[in-house]
Structure formats: structure tokens, C-alpha cells
């Protein structure tokens, strides 16, 4: 791996892409001082990872990439996903956190065909858009939405993650959770719930929720899986087999908790 300490614009292309071909497969860069990052289809970089990026505010991607398999940007002034992502065909993890990202739509990353894992962590995402493309299917098994500032989740957004296993919505400020059509995730492993504040208070306020089908939990994670605050239990982390959102109900979060006893 080629290690810069610091760099004002990345060109991985003509010459420097030959250099850097013949010379590593991958390039980290301690600190990044342009606005944008232009990375070419004829990049034979495998992955890119940006430690420090406090000027960037853009991701330009121009022409189809078939190298490029782990992007990683921290520290960035990027507030929303580019649409030109679409053109890394071989990406497989792409990691924006510490930024300011503040919504999240799933579209730059449609037709991306090995894309597995995706981290948001640490940015300002308030809101998640639902996707306007009903045939849309992505192949993300990991999804970390951890450290924002969510407060209202409309399920329907995770309608193309037909492969989703890990979903991390921890630590955000979560006071609504609903799904207006039946929401299907066949894979889901784990969804972890925890340290969302403020908690919705015992007497009468509530969480929308909707549950389809019993939720299957081991003894070991039933002990661990709700953590109390005042009359309150929050599930911090529900491991599933299936999880099947249909028409949402108010739940309160006591009765959440009997679920498990």
C-alpha cells in the first residue's frame, strides 16, 4: 500500500496510474486537501482510503471502474452520495463516516453487483429517502447507519436489501418506526436498536412499530438484548432469523420487552 501524508487533488490516472500500478494496488492518504476526488474508469487502484478530507465535498467518478473494490473517505465535507458511484462495478465496501453526510438515498448505489458493506457512521444523516425505482435490488448484507442524528424511519426504505444480514442503527435519536406496505428481510441476523435518546417516555408515549411474526431470541442474547431506563425497556440488539414488517400499530416499549420473556 502506497502511504501519502499529504496531497491536494488525486488524479489516479495517466501517468500517475502507471506509477502506481507498477508500484501498489492501493493508496492511503493521510490528508486530502482538494474539494474533489476524481477517480477515472481506467484507475487500477483496488482501494483508496482517505484519513483526512476536511475540504471535500465532492466524489467524481468518470467512466466505468472494474478496479476499484474499497473506497474510504473519514473526515470529509460530503453531504450526499454521488450518482456517479454507479459507474465503481467492482466496489465492495464503501466507508464515508466522521463527515456530514445528511440524508441517505440507496440509488447512486444501484447496479453496484458486489457491493456488500456499506458504513455511514458518524455523519449528520437525519433523513432516509425511500427509493422511487420499485425494481430496484441491492446486495448489501451490511448495513451501519450508527451515530447520526435519525429520529423517523419509514422501513420502506430497506425494500431493495433483499440480502440484508446486519443492520446498525445504534446510537442515533429514534422515536418512530414504521412500514405502510409489508417489509421482508429474509437474511437479517441482527438489528441493533441501541443507545437511541431521547428514550419515549413510559406514561403514553410511543413507538410506532409493526411486527409480523414472532421473533425467535436465544437465552444468552435475552439477557443482554434490554437495558432499563425509568419503567423503560429498550432492545438494544434483537438477533432474527426473519423480521416481517406489515401494517404498523403503536407498541408501547414495555410490551416490546414482554415479547422477550
Known amino acids: 500500500m502506497l502511504q501519502i501524508n499529504r496531497a491536494s487533488m488525486l488524479y489516479?490516472?495517466?501517468?500517475?496510474?502507471?506509477?502506481?500500478?507498477?508500484?501498489?494496488?492501493?493508496?492511503q492518504y493521510d490528508e486530502f486537501n482538494d474539494r474533489v476526488l476524481r477517480i477515472p474508469g481506467d484507475c487500477h487502484l483496488k482501494g483508496i482510503r482517505i484519513l483526512s478530507a476536511r475540504r471535500l465535498r465532492a466524489i467524481r467518478v468518470s467512466g466505468i471502474n472494474s478496479a476499484l473494490e474499497v473506497l474510504e473517505?473519514?473526515?470529509?465535507?460530503?453531504?450526499?452520495?454521488?450518482?456517479?458511484?454507479?459507474?465503481?462495478?467492482?466496489?465492495?465496501?464503501?466507508?464515508?463516516?466522521?463527515?456530514i453526510?445528511?440524508?441517505?438515498?440507496?440509488?447512486p448505489l444501484n447496479g453496484i453487483p458486489n457491493l456488500i458493506s456499506i458504513y455511514l457512521t458518524q455523519n449528520k444523516l437525519h433523513r432516509l429517502e425511500v427509493s422511487k425505482d420499485p425494481?430496484?435490488?441491492?446486495?448489501?448484507?451490511?448495513l451501519t447507519l450508527s451515530s447520526n442524528r435519525l429520529e423517523f424511519?419509514?422501513?420502506?426504505?430497506?425494500?431493495?436489501?433483499?440480502?440484508?444480514?446486519?443492520?446498525?442503527?445504534?446510537?442515533?435519536?429514534?422515536?418512530?418506526?414504521?412500514?405502510?406496505?409489508?417489509?421482508?428481510?429474509?437474511?437479517?441476523?441482527?438489528?441493533n436498536?441501541?443507545?437511541?435518546?431521547?428514550?419515549?417516555?413510559?406514561?403514553?408515549?410511543?413507538?410506532?412499530?409493526?411486527?409480523?411474526q414472532a421473533v425467535p431470541v436465544t437465552e444468552a442474547v435475552r439477557k443482554r438484548s434490554a437495558?432499563?431506563?425509568?419503567?423503560?425497556q429498550l432492545?438494544?440488539?434483537?438477533p432474527l432469523t426473519a423480521f416481517s414488517l406489515g401494517t404498523p400499530y403503536p407498541l408501547k416499549m414495555p410490551e416490546v420487552h414482554r415479547a422477550l420473556d
Open 153 to 191: 424511519i419509514n422501513m420502506e426504505f430497506f425494500t431493495p436489501l433483499k440480502q440484508l444480514s446486519i443492520l446498525d442503527l445504534s446510537g442515533n435519536r429514534l422515536k418512530q418506526i414504521v412500514a405502510n406496505i409489508p417489509v421482508i428481510f429474509p437474511s437479517l441476523s441482527i438489528i
Open 12 to 27: 489516479p490516472d495517466g501517468e500517475v496510474t502507471k506509477m502506481m500500478k507498477n508500484i501498489t494496488f492501493s493508496a
Open 193 to 212: 436498536l441501541a443507545f437511541n435518546n431521547p428514550l419515549p417516555a413510559a406514561g403514553g408515549q410511543q413507538w410506532a412499530v409493526a411486527v409480523g
Open 235 to 238: 432492545i438494544l440488539s434483537i
Open 227 to 232: 437495558r432499563t431506563s425509568g419503567d423503560v
Open 135 to 142: 425494481m430496484m435490488v441491492l446486495s448489501i448484507s451490511r
Open 73 to 99: 473517505v473519514d473526515k470529509s465535507a460530503i453531504r450526499r452520495l454521488p450518482s456517479s458511484l454507479q459507474y465503481l462495478q467492482a466496489l465492495q465496501k464503501l466507508e464515508i463516516t466522521k463527515s
Open 101 to 107: 453526510l445528511d440524508s441517505f438515498n440507496l440509488e
